[in-house]
């Protein structure tokens, strides 16, 4: 049964494997580059290296990001293109009346399919989800988010779309979408309509998880922050030096920790009539003792005009990069949960299947 299935989908498991795996050595290849740069361009570039500068290092950045999000999109096109077609087109066509009668089991048919095709695709993705995880396993600085672990701009590889295109993680989702698209090729034996259906299965379930499910695997860190300094209008993590941190939400709150909603432009007329320009008569000095004085005072207000609107200090919600390795284990268990639950429906569809 193992040698018949094989050769039956054996062009799809060749392209399938062999594709995925091909992407996995060019990201290899790249990262290697990359991670000998000691100044990664900001997102690579992106067209940018084919339009102007086509250096090396740079169409490896660029190829990178493409890389990145071609992995999160690869589940949700092998699981219309290769999960539906494994039993649809032979239901529709009535050829699995073949397989069927000659004295093997519904349950053999089904799961021989899974092991043959599903379980190759699957372990290809792993790779290249390890592999991408490779190329942002070094340095700590400001560059760009898909080629290193160090990002720049609030990325986190806790969220989209770096989470996804990590080893187990891609794996996992590759292994579901698979199963949906078997499950819906069972339910309605048409091979468009599963198709459809599969791809908007799975992307409702891909943000399900990215902004329903994930967030809740961890109770999150909550830094209480002063009113005054950067606080004031922008969030940030004060023991992030890496930038990694998941944030959440962040906003002023009240003693009791409920959400103050701050006009701003109430607040921001401060220090707009104080004399900043350095005078004929005053020294270097004298400027700068006389600025700090201005810089001190016009802070003193903006607190004031904060508290008087209810506010007593900035909250900011967020997930540490440390929790990286707990979230991958746990995604990956409910994502495989989930793949377990929907081989409920496609075995019940097998069953009803007539040889």
Known sequence: MIWSTWRQHRTTIVAAVGGILALAVVALVCGALVRKSENPVFYGSGLGCFMGERSAECLAQAALTYLVLATVV???????????????????????????SQSVSRSRWYWTRILVVFVPITIAMTILGAVLEWTRSVGIESNFAYVRQGVWGGYSRLTFPLFQSTS???????????????????????????????????????????????????????????????????AYVSDDSSGNAWLLSNGHVDAEGNRVDIPFDVCNSFGAEAEWNQRPDETGAQYEARREIIVAEQEREFVECFRAQGADHFEVRYHPDSLFRRFQLIEVALVLALSALLLIPSLWALRRLRP
């Open 168 to 234: 187990v993680v891609a794996g996992a989702y590759t292994f579901l979408a698979l199963v949906v698209g078997s499950c819906f090729g069972l339910l309605l034996r048409n091979t468009l309509a599963a198709m459809a259906i599969t791809v908007v299965a799975l992307a409702a379930v891909m943000v399900g998880f990215q902004g329903g499910a994930r967030p809740h695997y961890a109770t999150a860190t909550v830094e209480a922050q002063p009113l005054a300094g950067a606080s004031r209008g922008v």
């Open 74 to 100: 690869l589940p949700v096109v092998l699981g219309a293109l290769v999960g539906v077609t494994v039993f649809s087109p032979d239901i529709e066509r009535g050829t699995h009346v073949l397989g069927l």
